[in-house]
């Protein structure tokens, strides 16, 4: 009926923070500066200590840093991550002006994805046909009945 609404639950469901498979691991932050054609990122330890590393690109430096923490920390995988943001203030706060922005995207869909499961149930639950319910709902009254077939709600 209208593609452009039904597309929302092709995205999967956002996991709850709770669930997350590593939600017991150690953030290690570090800051990176270019200079000339060079990255070179900065780390802080736990135990204080400073490393550093360096690479070409953006990608090639926070992957070179992230291995020299987990190099010196020995850690199991999957305990320990690298945030890297640039040391300058003003394209930190723009990085994370994106981030929010997409966190506040994904909360609004899920939003959505929910607020229309319990519409759709409720609906079908008090009568409605599958037709009925997707055309009030702007949606397909196959997409009605895959959500209201669905243990979820």
Known sequence: MHPHLEAIFDQPDLIPPGDWPHDEATIISATATRTGKQWTAVAK????RPVKAQGATWVEV?????QLVFDCLRVEPGTLGVH??????EAAAALN?????????ANAE????D????????LISQGW?????GSALRLSHQ?????????TE
């Open 143 to 151: 997409r009605i009945s895959q959500i209201t077939s669905s243990a």
């Open 45 to 48: 330890l736990p135990d204080g």
């Open 62 to 66: 926070k992957k070179n840093v992230a």
């Open 97 to 105: 002006a994106v981030v929010s922005a997409r966190i506040a995207r």
């Open 129 to 133: 046909t599958t037709r009925d319910a």
């Open 84 to 89: 890297l943001a640039p040391a300058d203030s």
């Open 115 to 122: 607020a229309v499961r319990h519409a759709a149930h409720l």
């Open 110 to 113: 899920q939003a959505e994805r």
